[in-house]
């Protein structure tokens, strides 16, 4: 069940899997320069927290790898400019900007290991090695972040799903996805009810088709069946990724994901995050304090290219925050966090 890879380093470049294209055609674009990474985010032609920070991470390697700069110094402020690029393609999620500060850090730690000569050639073999750790490192952490989740699950339910957090997400098996995919793989019957996540549909194009491809069970359903299902519909668990979580366990998930952990605790649904630590942002005390990225009102007036709206001014937080409170736990790499999230987040990061 590991059949989806959507994103790869190679000696020719960065191939990524165009998400936007899903699942009606399979395409992967090979891309050799940096600023063309950086409109893939963007774009969301690769989407998803953990591997929008492998995409940072590629990215910053192929910037430095192709660069034309003889000395350190002149390396350096070109490295600078690929970090200010990448850092404005999505504001949320919070890998990104733990995969640059990552980078900032190797880049000086190799440019002190030898500024004579020979040194720029170290820093960018260096970079292009830290890029392939990140992504190893990814896989790592999913398939534990898999472990942990799936032995929170009843061994026959009803999982439901919010967006896309497969390994279309993470570059690994994915993180909500990943559980399921270990549960699955550890002999659980499990079925996944997928909400179509509008505007962007990743539920309905990707979670959908990821699912399918490894022959897991699933159900589709529209965004307003979600209160149907969780009341009637007998399930057990439902698990869901993240971009950015706060101190406090307070969450940014795909919109959507809040009205979900609501329903769920009316009902009485276990609601479980599913992240890796770099998803942590320790800084923010609360949830207030997450930026939310609004994306253009033409996604929600528009479907596939065709008007399904009046001319008329459209909202599109795409994201919105789920309070620790509804959380039943979070599930990380190092193991599973409950409330307080504030002492036991603390505590896996202090672990590391």
């Known amino acids: 069940m590991r059949t989806v890879e959507p ?35 963007k774009s969301m032609v690769i989407r998803g927290a953990p591997a929008i920070g492998v995409a940072a991470a590629m990215g910053l390697a192929l910037g430095v790898k192709s660069s034309k700069a003889t000395g350190v110094e002149g390396l350096r402020a070109e490295f600078v400019a690929m970090c200010e690029m990448l850092a404005q393609t999505r504001p949320t999620a919070v890998d990104l ?20 000569e020979g040194g720029v050639d170290r820093i960018r073999a260096g970079l292009v090695a830290e890029a392939q750790t990140v992504h190893q490192e990814r896989r790592e952490a999913d398939e534990r972040i898999g472990r942990y989740g799936a ?30 995919r270990m549960a699955v793989e550890g002999g659980y019957r499990i079925e996944v009810l997928v909400p179509e996540t509008r505007p962007y549909l990743q539920g309905a194009r990707l979670t959908a088709w990821e699912l399918n491809q490894d022959r897991i069970p699933l159900t589709l359903i529209t965004d307003n069946m979600v209160g149907h299902f969780l009341k009637t519909g007998g399930v057990g668990a439902v698990v869901v990724g993240a971009d950015r979580i706060a101190r406090n366990g ?4 795909k919109i959507g994901t809040y009205g979900i952990a609501v329903i769920a605790k009316e009902n009485k649904v276990p609601f479980y995050v599913a992240a890796p630590l770099s998803t942590l942002d320790l800084s923010l005390p609360t949830g207030e304090q997450i930026p939310i990225e609004e994306r253009s009102e033409e996604e929600v007036t528009h479907l596939r290219g065709m008007r399904i709206s009046p001319d008329v001014h459209a909202a599109h937080p795409a994201f919105d925050v789920t309070p620790a409170r509804f959380i039943t736990a979070i599930i990380t790499e190092r193991g599973v966090a409950r409330a307080p999230y504030e002492e036991s987040l603390k505590k896996m990061t202090e672990a590391q």
Request: one cysteine or more; aromatic letters at 8%; glycine letters at 8%.
């Open 97 to 116: 900007f733990w995969a640059i500060d990552r980078f900032k850090r190797r880049f000086e730690e190799l440019s002190r290991e030898d500024s004579r």
């Open 7 to 41: 994103i790869r380093w190679t000696s020719e470049g960065v191939v990524i899997l165009d998400q936007t294209k899903l699942p009606g055609e399979v395409i992967y674009h090979t891309y050799t320069d940096y600023r063309d990474v950086a409109r893939a985010i």
């Open 250 to 253: 307070d969450t940014a998930n």
């Open 151 to 180: 032995e929170l699950l009843p061994k026959s339910c009803r999982v439901m799903t919010q967006c896309n957090a497969g390994a279309l997400a993470t570059g690994g098996i994915g993180t909500a996805l990943g559980v399921i």
